[in-house]
């Protein structure tokens, strides 16, 4: 007789061959700058962790963005050191325990040989290997939404009072990483309500327990964004705005910038904020009433345009169901030519959505085998495709289709042998479906998807920027420009390098054409008006600042860049109120408290001017040494003087 193995050995073991594998590959791609470079929610991601790490738990607003990720990686920013690498193996370490995760999930729908096969899959697709080469919450995210479904699973196997309460809180750090994950709740307790085998009174008590343990585990970011606004937001306050840019006029299924709005994460959140304010004609609105006023202005987009609206929906659907991993801040594709192994790897969302949909419909017509695993897949597909898509997006769903997919192949190979046709009819109909829906040939699917890499390039111009290679990252921003010549954002990066070569004629080339593609680009309007001004040419800069705020007065960056125009033109009253009204739109402008320090101090108003000294050298450090020797600061006493006073201040 054979013993069996402990339950423990395969997902131990699976656990420990996926780490291996991370690690070979995350020394693979160490050196190259593509996956180091901190791109958009990655940089603000690390830069959110730093200030936990330094104390601030608790911030100004509510939670923008999802807000588990961050804390975790200031913890292991704590116990590692800052930087890449650590953010990497913890992605390693965290992907290894989905492949656990994956095993079971798998297991539980089909047995321990549907579990491994499970496994293999998540170990064999180099989607998941890109998201741990890049600092960001994918791993995480994917993680406890599989260990959210596997716990959900089993409470629905075996239901007790425990089960469903830590499923519910599962759930509830998922959606700490992915808000959507919310609208699973109502589903599963209403499957529970009505589907679950137990006295209907026991039923009530278990839907209860699961919603419950979603609340407490939610509890203390909702604590948070009271403490730091006092208005309930549930989660993140961006669902208004994700609902907008997802289904409004400029909406075309992806990331898309809003008139006035730079969907980069430093910018977003108050850009919104001040468009928000500017339509809505209110000078204050915190974070929930930016939310409401957002979704409120989407649905009556929605509701007066039904026919668009439907066939949005319709596109947004389809790029869901396609092959085409859809890019947003970094590109699969682009990686792809960079880590040859990335190619080589056989399993791809596409192949998991043709297996895993055939795979779902074996397990008809199972109240909880067939039934939960489903009701999960299609509200997490409609939660994404309500709002926008991305290949992120769909990640946490892959896992579920991993472990179907494993279904299909052991349970379809075992009725093959059969002859059971019956039962494989449906599964087959919906292989054929599925592999229509996957492998269409979408219009905007590229036929040449390095017709699409000016982004990565873009990103790689940066990281050599931010490496003080400047004629590096020119050589990037061309071969961006050669493949799409219109991208605003890579004409201003290359205006940037050029200024700092001296290239000076070239870089106000540079932005001018920024600026003409993309008259909404204020970062475009400030830079080409703050050249002219520090090469004498202030009234064209002041015309620049001007021309900007006629498009949006309320644009800080127009009125900070304005007033330093005025300060040259010797215009000091005006050149106050301008940089007052800069700092009172974004109050982190350190370079528009400076200057209007200079202004007060060359008017005489002194206590007025060390105010705002003080808060520039709490936003920048390296404005005390500037401000020492800076003239227009003189009237405020000798350099040393300066010095101890901000140091001490």
């Known amino acids: 007789m054979t013993r069996r193995a402990p339950n423990f050995v395969y997902p131990l073991s699976l656990f420990l061959a996926s780490l291996a594998l991370r690690l070979a590959w995350l020394r693979l791609v160490a050196g190259d700058p593509y996956f180091s470079t901190l791109v958009i929610d990655a940089e603000s991601y ?18 923008y963005q999802d807000a588990l990720y961050p804390y975790i990686l200031a913890l292991a920013y704590h116990l590692f050191g800052t930087g890449i690498a650590t953010a990497r193996v913890l992605n390693a370490l965290l992907s290894a325990g989905t492949t656990a995760a994956i095993y079971g999930i798998g297991k539980d729908l089909g047995g321990r040989r549907a579990g491994v096969v499970a496994a293999l899959f998540h170990l064999s697709c180099g989607l998941f290997l890109f998201y741990d080469a890049i600092l960001g919450k ?18 629905a196997g075996r239901p007790s ?56 585990a939610v509890f203390p970011a909702t604590l948070h964004n009271y403490l730091a606004e006092g208005d309930f937001v549930l989660l993140t306050s961006q669902g208004g705005q994700n609902f907008y840019y997802g289904n409004g006029p ?52 929605v509701l007066s345009h039904p026919a668009a609206t439907l066939a949005l929906a319709a596109r947004k659907t389809a790029m869901f169901f396609s092959a085409l991993e859809i890019p947003d801040n970094y590109s699969f594709a682009f990686a792809e030519t960079r880590a040859p192994l990335l190619r080589f790897l056989f399993t791809s969302s596409g192949l998991l959505l043709i297996l ?11 109240r909880r085998r067939f039934l939960v695993p489903v009701l999960f897949f299609v509200t997490y597909a409609a939660s994404v495709i309500a709002f926008h898509v991305a290949s992120r997006y769909r990640l946490p769903v892959l896992p579920l289709l991993c472990a179907s997919s494993a279904v299909l192949l052991t349970e379809g190979a075992s009725l093959a042998r059969a002859r059971n046709l019956r039962r494989l009819a449906p599964p087959l109909a919906a292989l054929v479906l599925a592999s229509c829906a996957v492998l269409y040939p979408y219009s905007f699917v590229p036929a040449d998807e390095s017709k699409t890499f000016d982004q990565p390039y873009n ?13 590096g990252a020119i050589a990037w921003y061309e071969k961006a420009l050669a493949i799409n010549p219109n991208n605003a954002a890579v004409l ?128 920048d450090p390296a404005l005390p040494e500037k401000a020492a020797h800076d003239p227009d600061l003189a009237p405020l006493g000798p350099p040393d003087a300066i010095l101890s006073r901000l140091a001490g201040g």
Not at 138 to 155: H, I, N, Q
Not at 356 to 366: E, K, N, Q
Request: hydrophobic fraction near 50%.
């Open 138 to 155: 994918e791993p995480l995210a994917v993680l406890l939404t599989s260990a959210a479904l596997l716990a959900a699973l089993r409470a």
């Open 46 to 63: 690390h830069k959110k962790a730093l200030e936990v790490l330094s104390g601030h738990f608790i911030g100004p607003r509510a939670f």
């Open 459 to 471: 990103a790689l111009g940066t990281a050599a920027a931010e490496r003080g290679d400047q004629a």
């Open 492 to 619: 201003l990066n290359r205006g940037e390098s050029l200024r700092k070569l001296g290239r000076a004629d070239e870089a106000e080339a540079s932005y001018r054409e920024a600026v003409r593609l993309s008259p909404d680009l204020s970062d475009a309007r400030y830079d080409l008006g703050m050249l002219l001004a520090t090469n004498g040419r202030a009234e064209a800069a002041l015309s620049v600042f001007d021309e900007a705020l006629a498009r949006n007065g309320r644009d800080p960056l127009a009125h900070a860049g304005r007033g330093y125009a005025l300060i040259l033109l010797s215009r000091l009253a005006e050149a106050r109120d301008a940089l007052a009204r800069a700092v009172s739109l974004d109050p982190s402008l350190a370079s528009a408290h400076y200057n209007l320090a200079c202004v007060l101090a060359r008017t005489g108003r002194s206590s007025e001017a060390w105010t705002e000294l003080a808060a520039a050298a709490r936003l």
């Open 250 to 301: 400029e909406a075309a299924g992806t990331f898309q910038d809003p008139a006035r709005v730079r969907l980069i994460p430093e910018h977003e959140e108050e850009d919104f904020r001040r468009e928000a304010q500017r339509l809505s004609g209110r000078e204050e609105m915190n974070s929930g009433e930016v939310s409401r006023f957002w979704l409120g202005r989407g649905l009556d987009w």
């Open 161 to 216: 009072r425990l089960r469903f309460l830590g499923a519910g809180a599962l759930l509830g750090l998922a959606a700490l990483t992915r808000a959507n994950l919310l609208l699973f709740v109502p589903v599963f307790c209403g499957w529970a309500l009505l589907a679950l085998e137990r006295p209907r009174g026991l039923r009530a008590v278990f839907a209860a327990l699961y919603a419950a343990g979603f609340l407490a």
């Open 356 to 366: 895993g949909i055939p795979g779902l419909a074996l397990l008809f017509p199972g």
